[in-house]
């Protein structure tokens, strides 16, 4: 039986464009720390013109289901019920997906297997591979984990890491897997694909736009930091509403 999402819909100010944008946020301590920028990324689009629908994976922030479920094929669908849904609401002719660090593979996915017609898609600090993403959080997590059983000797009635979440955030068996076998940057994709990035650089033949603020997505020290990098947003904003109609 499907879930309900939870979507927020930001219609755009003044005249109306032709092209909606669906906001594909991350995964786990990167969604909470990217929840206000991508609220503002949201506005800052919609005062430019554009329709944009931010949502919740399912199982995942106030949508429903059980995040001890979540599969990559789930959450792809989900793109797809928000882009359909943007389409219905809005009128719009056209769909841009906006993918956050992980949002960016699951929206390279979404693409490439057909469940969503996009004539763009913005790829944000997109990480090199899902296996990467995976290894980087893991990482995170046992220096985290280190952390606290420093401060557990000293306090000894703090309880022990979960084996089933990973940064305070359910973590079921099969997702690294799964997660893993998403690939980098697909140069097959239809459309327009743009690159946004401070610290990578993408292939000649792939459209970028370069960022002045870092994302520091690996410092375990930012987890509760957060990411609301108000000249990106700003350039982002402006980069897309010269190139989409």
């Given at each position: ?6 979507g ?9 464009r ?67 849904e ?98 980098g ?5 239809p ?13 000649d ?21 957060p ?14 509403a010269?190139?989409?109609?």
């Open positions: 039986m499907a879930q309900p999402l939870f927020m819909l930001h219609r755009p100010a003044g005249a109306v032709r092209t909606g944008i669906v906001l594909c946020t991350s995964w786990g301590t990167e969604y909470l720390r990217s929840y206000r920028g991508l609220r503002q990324l949201a506005q800052a689009l919609s005062h430019s013109g554009f329709p944009v629908l931010r949502f919740d994976y399912s199982g995942t922030g106030d949508s429903g289901g059980d995040g001890r479920s979540a599969r990559i094929d789930t959450w792809t669908a989900d793109i797809t019920l928000a882009a359909a943007l389409r219905t609401s809005t009128g719009c002719d056209s769909i841009c997906l906006l993918g956050l660090r992980f949002g960016a593979l699951l929206a390279q996915e979404a693409i490439a297997t057909g469940a969503v017609a996009a004539s763009a898609i913005a790829l944000w600090d997109s990480p090199p591979s899902g296996e990467v993403f995976v290894r980087n959080l893991q990482q995170m997590d046992e220096a985290l984990n280190e952390k606290v059983s420093q401060q557990r000797r000293r306090r000894s009635q703090l309880p022990p890491p979960a084996r089933d979440e990973l940064l305070g955030h359910e973590w079921p068996e099969g997702l690294a897997a799964d997660i893993g076998r998403l690939p940057l697909r140069k097959e994709l459309g327009r694909v743009i690159f946004v990035s401070r610290d990578r650089t993408p292939p033949s792939v459209e970028s736009i370069r960022l002045p603020d870092a994302g520091h997505w690996s410092d375990v020290e930012r987890i509760h930091s990411w609301i990098p108000g000249p990106s947003i700003r350039i982002v904003a402006e980069r897309l010269d190139g989409l109609p």
